[in-house]
């Protein structure tokens, strides 16, 4: 591998958060994956342009040298595409709501890393759009921070793809690498919009009662000022801090469509 401050590349921060890194000509695997996690970390979101994708045996094998890479049922690179007859949302046409990944899985990733083998044609949506969860706990008072942090959460959904199942967890949780704190919060999907729906209860709370405290909350984490919206191009490679961040897509519009590769770094 070469030290990075070999590689020639020009570094650009988006706004409100982010990074898009373009060295073309250069190849993954020269870059450390130290070096990608050190900037994925400051960054939050790291956009990596002018460099090829890899093929998926070399993709598990550059992310197995950076950590163990969380498998499931279709193994460890999920293809993520728009199907005619979906089972289950990601896999729709539909936005998607805002979550962590791994909620249901063994273990949280802490990164995940996207390959756009295909991106939506200009102005066909399906942008994904990542939630600064602690920007959010800057601009929320004490207070609030108080409550959230004394909150758990219930998510149950049925297993109709690669995840499902109920756990519970606080809203709130601690950066592995940082310290900060954070929001593991999954929005809820209701049944009359999304196929696979998520049931979200708040401990502790009626139904009646919870649903204004978790409005609140989606209308914080959808402030414009926190939110980073990625307007997918072909060959991007797209690395996310999974434990800052929340992530959802929003919907495609026309006959859009797209194909991602992702792989989840614990
Ligand atoms: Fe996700």
Redesign the pocket.
């Known amino acids: 591998m070469t030290a990075a401050n070999e590689i020639v590349a020009e570094h650009v921060e988006p706004r409100p958060f982010g990074r898009v890194v373009t060295a073309p000509g250069t190849d993954l695997r020269d870059l450390a994956p130290a070096t990608i996690e050190e900037w994925t970390v400051a960054s939050k979101v790291l956009v990596l342009r002018g460099i090829p994708l890899l093929d998926r045996a070399d993709l598990i094998t550059y992310a197995q040298s950076w950590g163990e890479v969380l498998t499931w049922d279709f193994g460890a690179v999920l293809d993520l595409v728009v199907e005619e007859d979906p089972t289950n949302y ?1 896999f729709s046409r539909s936005d ?1 709501p805002f ?3 791994g909620a249901f899985a063994r273990a949280t990733p802490r990164f ?1 890393l996207f390959q756009c083998v295909r991106a939506p044609e200009p102005g066909g949506g399906g942008e994904t759009v990542f939630s600064d969860t602690t920007a959010v706990l800057h601009a929320a008072g004490e207070d609030l921070v108080r409550r959230w942090a004394n909150t758990e959460v219930t998510y149950r959904t049925e297993k109709l793809r690669h995840y499902g199942g109920e756990i519970v967890a606080p809203l709130l949780a601690r950066h592995s690498a940082t310290g900060e704190t954070t929001i593991r919060y999954n929005e809820p999907l209701d049944p009359a919009r999304y196929l696979n729906p998520v049931w979200t209860t708040v401990d502790g709370l009626s139904d009646e009662d919870a649903a204004p405290f978790l409005a609140d909350l989606s209308a914080r984490l959808h402030d414009p000022d926190v939110c980073y919206a990625h307007e997918w191009r072909d060959g991007d490679i797209v690395v996310v801090d999974n434990q800052a961040l929340l ?1 959802g897509r929003n919907a495609f519009r026309g006959n859009s469509s797209r194909h991602l590769q992702r792989i989840q770094i614990l």
């Open positions: 990601l998607v979550h962590w990944d995940f992530h």
